[in-house]
């Protein structure tokens, strides 16, 4: 008897320890929107929704499939740049189902390892690190121009002194100079190759991490920075075309600033919620409303964001990984 409770003992905090953060993040992003609903007013976001102009709302979903496209693209050349027999269909199917693992994972930690699934020539430490670098051409332009946009902010909307304005541009510009120089660096991934050469057996894995890292050069580095940063574009015209359908008297410029001040923002918060919903909601209500867009617009203008960019992808990512099981 006693080995029974201590064995359902063990199975519930086995149980607890592995949903634990999960739970946690659904119970956060629930509060988030019960509290967003309840602010904004339920019936408010409804009626919003009712007056939406189906035109500028076409065109943000035809942009949604243009956003895929880009993504699948780059994912493509770090792929092919290490095998260059896996097919597109493969790599299609590796970026949908990453999109489902991200979506409903903490940190997005599953993409990192659903995305190998349907790359069986690939290891997993060498598509970890292909995710990540794939992450990070992203990230790059979303601290870059977010950055930029802020420090416009801060002179010409916060009146933030402009010495202090002007020390943390110097910082800004300090930095990312540092970071293009060694990523275009042919001594680093020189460095790399000869350090990926010194590890011995213990360290197989880290050397099997640094392997696509030192397959870099240049003219990729710019591919993917370029097509990261139209990605990155089309996100921002998308989301301010998304509020635009709601009130057409908006200003396209402003809504595209307040877009990547709420991209900027919502990567600067640890994701604390799936899909970063009620994060992106929030930042989005106050930024837009700067502008002059009621909360119940910038609301349902970034839970559509998300559906269109985040939810339908993940749904059929889901559906190529149920039926991946049954192969």
Request: proline residues 1%.
């Amino acid at each position: 008897m006693k080995s029974l409770i201590v064995d359902k003992t063990n199975f519930i905090i086995n149980w607890v320890r592995k949903y634990a953060y999960f739970l946690i993040k659904i119970s956060v992003c629930v509060g988030l929107l019960i509290y967003l609903i309840n602010k904004i007013s339920f019936r408010v976001i409804v009626e919003a929704l009712s007056s939406v102009n189906y035109l500028y709302l076409s065109i943000a979903v035809i942009l949604s499939v243009v956003n895929i496209y880009l993504q699948f693209f780059r994912w493509k050349i770090l792929v092919k740049n290490e095998s260059a027999s896996i097919n597109e269909k493969s790599i299609l199917k590796s970026l949908l189902i990453g999109f489902s693992a991200g979506t409903f994972t903490p940190a997005r930690a599953g993409e990192y390892f659903l995305r190998k699934l349907t790359l069986k020539d690939l290891s997993l430490s060498s598509v970890i690190t292909l995710t990540f670098i794939d992450k990070m051409m992203l990230l790059i332009n979303v601290i870059f121009w977010g950055a930029l946009v802020s420090f416009g902010m801060m002179l010409f909307y916060y009146n933030v002194d402009v010495y202090v304005t002007a020390s943390l541009f110097i910082i800004f510009a300090s930095f990312f100079t540092a970071l293009f120089m060694i990523m275009y660096s042919k001594r680093f991934y020189n460095y790399l190759r000869e350090l990926k050469n010194r590890f011995n057996f213990k360290l197989i894995f880290l050397k099997k991490l640094l392997e696509p890292l030192s397959d870099l050069n240049n003219q990729i580095i710019s591919k993917l920075i370029l097509i990261a940063f139209i990605n990155y574009l089309i996100i921002v015209l998308q989301f301010s075309l998304i509020v635009i359908s709601f009130n057409s008297h908006s200003s396209l410029e402003l809504l595209m600033i307040a877009s990547v001040m709420v991209y900027f923002t919502k990567t600067l918060i640890p994701a604390i919620t799936l899909g970063e919903i009620g994060i992106r909601e929030g930042a989005a209500i106050y930024f837009f409303g700067l502008f002059g867009c009621s909360e119940a617009v910038a609301f349902n203008s970034s839970m559509l964001l998300f559906i269109f960019n985040l939810l339908l992808p993940s749904l059929i990512g889901l559906y190529l990984l149920l039926r991946l099981k049954r192969v």
